[in-house]
């Protein structure tokens, strides 16, 4: 499993977040976010990351730390993004990620 966690890793400080969704997000995912429902399906949450993604110029991601037990990633990156409105978003969050069959069946980001 470390080696998808690291591809993971790799295409997401890449940008590369439609189609790492497409890639490693289970069909029937559910993702929260600070504990609300984001998303029931990796389809719903690619629509919904559509628009964002659009709307990043440039980006600098950082891996901050990562954990993988069995089955669960824990991941957190520190996030400097500017949009095409040369605004300047900047965060840290942490990704905890259930993976079943190569693909995240569960994931839930936190800001910290």
Same mark, same amino acid.
């Given at each position: 499993?470390q080696d998808?966690?690291? /591809?993971?890793?790799? *295409?997401n400080?890449a =940008?590369?977040?439609? @189609?790492?969704c497409?890639?490693?997000?289970? /069909?029937d995912v559910? *993702?929260?976010?600070? =504990?609300?429902i984001? @998303?029931?399906t990796?389809?719903?949450?690619?629509?919904l990351?559509?628009?964002f993604?659009?709307?990043?110029?440039?980006f600098?991601?950082?891996?901050?730390?990562q954990?993988v037990?069995g089955n669960t990633?824990?991941?957190?990156?520190?996030?400097?993004m500017?949009?095409?409105?040369?605004t300047?978003n900047?965060f840290t969050?942490?990704?905890?990620q259930?993976?079943?069959d190569?693909?995240i069946?569960?994931?839930?980001?936190?800001?910290?």
């Open positions: 499993m998808l966690v690291d /591809d993971f890793i790799k *295409m400080q =940008g590369q977040v439609l @189609a790492l497409e890639k490693y997000y289970h /069909d559910t *993702m929260l976010s600070n =504990g609300d984001f @998303a029931r990796m389809r719903e949450a690619y629509e990351q559509k628009g993604v659009a709307s990043i110029e440039s600098d991601i950082q891996l901050i730390s954990q037990s990633s824990e991941l957190v990156f520190n996030y400097k500017i949009g095409v409105d040369e300047l900047e969050g942490k990704h905890i259930t993976w079943q190569n693909k069946i569960r994931e839930e980001y936190l800001s910290v």
